[in-house]
């Protein structure tokens, strides 16, 4: 029995050691870059290489909370790893501290492989895992001195242990919530807090009356409910006074940009809506927002791209890259590099303090987050992020719409119900939305009002419903005459495609 109790406390010290660990690291981050501490790095490691199959699962199942899941099954590994350190610890020390060295090593190597790794991109993990090995001996050793204390002693023992157990969850704790808040502190949040954002050129127009259905997602998309999907374990922090955006490449006049100048460029306001490729039929990674930026064609026309620049590749700051075609940002549409989200500086988490917006194109192919750079290329010299992933270097949206009211599995009473929802065709525009109630005729629903072809829109259908079980879909119209498919398709490699159904029961 006593065995079993001091592999146990063997295990805890385990634990509790390797907590120290990140704990500490987080601190040691704070001088190397937030991207160095071990949980971060190793995760943007797995975010990097994790099969496509694997992150559209991730994406399907936890949505935009893909990333938590993911540093949580992370830590829930490392947990469990250190727990039987601690135990072979009891046995040999020597390969307790193999088994931690291993864990620094897996560290390091996705640290220092990071994008823009700094020389000392190491030291978070050299200098958490030394006082790992420090935690685990020291509580080691006062686990075998109690147990050896004898019966009278044991109960005295144990609080003692489980008192130096609290000390290292403190230890721990304490380092990492303030490395984190310090990290957070000295990159943007006070500096976003002084932005001014400068007034539009162009306003948007006014939303017209009858935008919203009653019953469906709100026309424009709070900041705080946007949907987020990207590649960083934390948002990138961005301090705007040291910002700046390189334009070059394929380009005659190459130059670069601080905050301050693109401020003062002439800036636009305009409501666009962005999807995700990673969108299921009838998903909710879609949001739009009124957005206010320097329109890049313009940008792009002084860079002067040369012939068969066929692609503007942007990058991020940790890294990241998207390929738009240029034909793209050329041909009219506002696409832009936008400061502004709904009235205030960018959210951090939404791109913060400069990202690109473009119209009619999914996200993984033009929506950059934290953009550093600009270069222009060709698709066949350069694929960027996703593309040797499995995804298509070009990402037209397609042509999509969605039930929200009643919802799947909803029970309504007979008589008339009110179907709503939304469609979309971005740059396309909707013309048209249809319903259909048991794969009968289909009817066409009412069409919402909106504020031009680059957003949602909403629709409408009064359905004269009869008691039992109903299965209704809805398929859209685009401005080009295009009637959405029928054909199921997944989201990889190129948007998902098929009618959202549901089913209702009327009573």
Request: hydrophobic share 45%; glycine share 12%.
């Amino acid at each position: 029995m006593r065995g079993v109790k001091l592999s146990v406390r063997g295990g805890l010290a385990g634990v509790a050691a390797a907590a120290v660990a990140v704990g500490v690291a987080e601190v040691v981050a704070v001088l190397t870059g937030p991207l160095s501490a071990p949980l971060i790095a190793v995760g943007g490691v797995v975010v990097d290489n994790v099969p496509g199959p694997v992150k559209d699962f991730g994406v399907r199942v936890f949505g935009v909370h893909d990333k938590t899941a993911l540093i949580v099954g992370t830590s829930v590994l490392l947990a469990a790893y250190a727990y039987g350190v601690g135990v072979v610890a009891l046995r040999s020390w020597r390969l307790a501290v193999g088994g931690i060295a291993l864990f620094a090593a897996v560290g390091v190597a996705a640290a220092v492989t990071r994008h823009d790794a700094g020389v000392f991109a190491w030291l978070p993990t050299v200098a958490g895992a030394a006082l790992a090995v420090w935690t685990l001996r020291l509580l080691l050793t006062r686990a075998a001195e109690e147990q050896g204390a004898g019966q009278d002693a044991y109960g005295e023992g144990r609080r003692g242990f489980l008192k130096g157990l609290g000390i290292a969850a403190g230890v721990a704790a304490v380092p990492g919530l303030a490395g984190r808040w310090l990290t957070s502190r000295q990159a943007v949040n006070a500096a976003r807090g002084e932005v001014v954002l400068p007034a539009a050129r162009q306003t948007a127009p006014p939303l017209p009356a009858g935008v919203q259905v009653p019953g469906v997602t709100p026309y424009v998309s709070p900041n705080r409910d946007f949907y987020r999907i990207d590649t960083a374990l934390i948002p990138p922090r961005v301090d705007p006074a040291t910002w700046e955006l390189r334009i070059h490449g394929m380009v005659r006049n190459p130059f670069t940009i601080t905050w301050e100048q693109l401020l003062q460029r002439p800036m636009i306001e305009r409501y666009v809506t962005l999807a995700c490729v990673s969108n299921e039929v009838g998903g909710d990674l879609i949001g739009n927002a009124l957005w206010l930026g320097a329109p890049i064609r313009e940008l792009l026309e002084e860079a002067g791209p040369l012939p068969g620049a066929d692609q503007v590749v942007q990058r991020s700051i940790d890294g990241w890259t998207c390929g738009s075609p240029t034909a793209a940002l050329m041909d009219g549409r506002d696409a832009l590099l936008a400061v502004g989200m709904n009235g205030e500086p960018l959210p951090v988490a939404h791109g913060f303090p400069v990202r690109m917006v473009v119209p009619g194109l999914y996200g993984y192919v033009s929506a950059c987050k934290w953009i550093t750079e600009i270069e222009l290329t060709r698709f066949s010299d350069f694929d960027a992020y996703w593309v040797p992933r499995g995804w298509s270097a070009q990402g037209p949206i397609k042509t999509e719409s969605r039930i929200d009211t009643p919802r799947d599995g909803g029970r309504r009473p007979a008589g008339t119900v009110v179907v709503g929802g939304v469609a979309w065709a971005q740059h396309r525009g909707i013309t048209k939305v249809e319903v259909q109630v048991d794969g009968g005729a289909w009817s066409e629903a009412s069409l919402a009002d909106t504020v031009s072809s680059d957003t949602w829109r909403q629709w409408s259908w009064s359905w004269p419903a009869t008691a039992g079980e109903h299965t209704l879909r809805v398929r859209a119209t685009d401005g080009a005459g295009a009637v959405q498919t029928s054909t199921p398709a997944p989201p990889a490699p190129d948007g998902a495609s098929g009618w959202h159904q549901i089913s209702v029961t009327v009573e």
